[in-house]
């Protein structure tokens, strides 16, 4: 199950999966968007659930996962990757009150929602991956990266709380950093930007290994997708 889909990491988190075979259950607030990354999917031969909705809104959610469960039963995986930056760079003391409030009502809210929405199917079978996607803005202020920093912030706490609350199920949840890379998300904080940006495609060898039984041990740790590499046959650095 992947949140936010339709593009950036999100479209490249469903590619390399559809490549390796998984069932997926996909979501996005633009159909348009959403449309043509099924049909990519389709054609590599995926079964794929694709559901347009706001998963910050719990009926959304609700029905997101009902269909994802109805399909392919309870979710073995799930990725919150929906988020948003909000208006642009700007200081805190700049910053609209209104779109304050939205950035953090968004990026905060869907992975509590959507987590919560799919923990019974993962604990009543006694296993499960959540991994939540977070930034270097989590754990470092940086100057006009606003509330989407501080969102960051709150979701590097909340997936160490889910973690301890977990830790006697079999369900696991983590978190990964997936850099710096070549989105809209990226143009729109850094629209300046004049150094090379890795591809969203290149560097998932942390999405792999925690969507695997590899990671089984795995709780409550916060990884670097770009530091990150992956012995299939054996452990990782």
């Not at 950035?103 to 604990?123: A, Y």
């Not at 939540?132 to 909340?158: C, H, L, P, R």
């Not at 989105?183 to 629209?191: G, R, S």
Request: hydrophobic share 40%.
């Amino acid at each position: 199950m992947i949140t936010g889909a339709s593009k950036g990491l999100g479209r490249a988190l469903a590619m390399k999966f559809a490549e390796i075979g998984a069932r997926l259950a996909i979501c996005a607030r633009n159909p348009e968007s959403l449309k043509e990354v099924e049909m990519e999917l389709k054609g590599l031969g995926a079964e794929v659930v694709a559901i347009v909705a706001d998963v910050s809104d719990s009926r959304d959610v609700d029905r997101f996962v009902s269909v994802a469960e109805e399909a392919w039963g309870a979710v073995d995986v799930l990725f919150n990757n929906a988020s948003i930056f909000g208006p642009g760079p700007r200081l805190l003391a700049d910053y609209p009150e209104a779109d304050f409030l939205e950035v953090l009502r968004i990026n905060t809210l869907n992975p509590f929602l959507v987590t919560k929405r799919v923990l019974p199917g993962m604990v009543s079978s006694g296993k499960g991956s959540i991994v939540n996607i977070t930034s270097e803005a989590g754990k470092t202020g940086f100057a006009e990266w606003g509330a989407y920093g501080i969102s960051k912030f709150a979701v590097e706490g909340m997936t160490q709380t889910w973690a301890d609350e977990l830790s006697d199920t079999g369900v696991r949840i983590n978190m990964i950093d997936p850099g710096e890379m070549d989105t809209e998300m990226h143009d729109k904080a850094v629209p300046d930007c004049d150094y090379p940006l890795a591809s969203p495609h290149d560097h998932l060898d942390a999405f792999l290994y925690l969507a695997s039984d590899s990671s089984s041990d795995e709780n409550g740790e916060r990884f670097q997708a770009q530091e990150f590499k992956w012995n299939r046959g054996g452990g990782h650095e």
